[in-house]
Every structure is written in structure tokens, then in C-alpha cells.
């Protein structure tokens, strides 16, 4: 069965640096997605993409971050310059035409120094 | 703004007893509700959407739009059934389809 995958799994980065996340979405789905899940919390919505560009973005997605589909198969998140609250569980979802369910990635941790 | 709740954090019961996962939701209108499941060190996965009235793994759950809720049951637990379950809403026909979470209970079936 085909799957959402999300490297790294694990990402230590220093606060203030930038940080890529990086998924492949299931190859014939159109719509993407990252959610975040803060250790304890739940899981949050940051943004949805469609068609090549934002459809949806929470209060969280600030001018800090960013999501791209560079190439027709990854769709990254960058966050510019990470700050210790950005420390969390990041999760990559796609879906494809329709009424279809997100199928979600195993998610990338990052810890901010 | 839409919001889910799951009041229970933590369920523990006892292979082969009855469990049943609360889930209530804020919305107006008519969302679509799931719930999905993480077992331990796994990916989030779809176990149930109201629109498909499906047993999976012999858990259902009903919309109750009177209630506003979404509770998910299965009338036997078994110890594959430990992980964590999310209720989740979502709106049909908006922008993106984001999916709004609850925070989730934690099932631990003891043997």
C-alpha cells in the first residue's frame, strides 16, 4: 500500500537556524498538508497546499514558515529561523480527489537547542 | 470556530470488556467526523469516518448530531486495541479540508 513517507525522522537544529522538513506525498494525490504536535498537546493544523499554491493556513503558519513543492513529489516545510517553541512533532498528510481521507506520514521530531 | 473534545486521556479496561471513546465536536453545520489511531511508534491511521458506517476492527462509532458527538465503541477490547485514538472533524466543501483534532485517548487493554 502506497504511503506518505517524511524525512529526517529525527531533526536536531540550533535556535535560529533554518530547518527543511521534507515529504513525499502518495504519488497521484493532489491535496497536502502539515500538521505539528507539541509534546502533551494536540495535534495542530499549520497549512494546506493545493494545486500549487496555499489554501489554508493556521495562526501558527507566521512568516517564519513556508511549504513548497519543488519538484512534483517532495513538498517541504522550512522554518526560517527556529525558535525553542517550534520543538515538536511535524506530520506530513495527503489525499486525492474527492471525498478521499489524509493519509498521514510518520512524522519528523524536531528539537530546537 | 470548530473545535473537538475527548474528555477520557487515559482508558484502561480489561481484554474482552466493553470500551467506548467519548468524542464531542462544536460546529453548526454538518462536519465529517473520523477517527484515527496511532499503535505505539506508528503513523496516525484512518480507523472510522461517519460517512462510511463501517465496523473496522470491530469498532463503530455513530454521529449523534442532537449530542454533537462521535463516540467510538467496541463491544470486546483486545490488547492489539492499546494505542492512542484521535476524534477528528473536518469541514466538507472548505477551502482546504484541514482536519481539527481532539487530544486524543490513550487505551490500554490489560490482559
Known amino acids: 500500500e502506497p504511503e506518505v513517507t517524511q524525512t529526517p525522522s529525527h531533526q536536531v537544529t540550533q535556535m535560529g537556524q533554518e530547518v527543511i522538513l521534507r515529504c513525499v506525498p502518495i504519488s497521484n494525490h493532489l491535496y497536502f498538508y502539515w500538521y505539528r504536535q507539541i509534546l502533551g498537546q494536540k495535534v495542530e493544523f499549520l497549512v494546506s497546499?493545493?494545486?500549487?499554491?496555499?489554501?489554508?493556513k493556521s495562526e501558527i503558519f507566521d512568516d517564519q514558515f513556508s511549504v513548497e513543492r519543488p519538484d512534483g513529489s517532495n513538498f517541504t516545510l522550512k522554518i526560517r529561523s527556529t525558535k525553542l517553541e517550534d520543538s515538536a512533532m511535524y506530520f506530513c498528510?495527503?489525499?486525492?480527489?474527492?471525498?478521499?481521507?489524509?493519509?498521514f506520514g510518520d512524522g519528523t521530531r524536531l528539537s530546537i537547542l | 470556530a470548530q473545535r473537538v473534545t475527548q474528555p477520557e486521556k487515559l482508558l484502561s479496561v480489561f481484554k474482552g470488556a466493553p470500551v467506548e471513546l467519548k468524542c464531542n465536536y462544536s460546529y453548526s453545520g454538518s462536519p465529517e467526523l473520523f477517527w484515527y489511531v496511532q499503535y505505539s511508534r506508528q503513523r496516525l491511521q484512518l480507523l472510522l469516518r461517519?460517512?462510511s458506517r463501517e465496523s473496522i476492527k470491530g469498532f463503530t462509532a455513530d454521529l449523534n448530531k442532537g449530542e454533537t458527538s462521535f463516540h467510538l465503541k467496541k463491544p470486546f477490547a483486545q490488547e492489539e486495541d492499546s494505542a492512542m485514538y484521535y476524534c477528528?472533524?473536518?469541514?466538507?466543501?472548505?477551502?482546504?479540508?484541514?482536519?481539527?483534532f481532539g487530544g486524543g485517548t490513550r487505551v490500554l487493554v490489560k490482559p
Open positions: 477528528a472533524l473536518s469541514l466538507p466543501r472548505a477551502a482546504g479540508n484541514k482536519l481539527t
Open positions: 497546499f493545493y494545486n500549487n499554491e496555499i489554501s489554508e
Open positions: 498528510a495527503s489525499r486525492g480527489q474527492g471525498n478521499q481521507p489524509q493519509h
Open positions: 461517519h460517512i
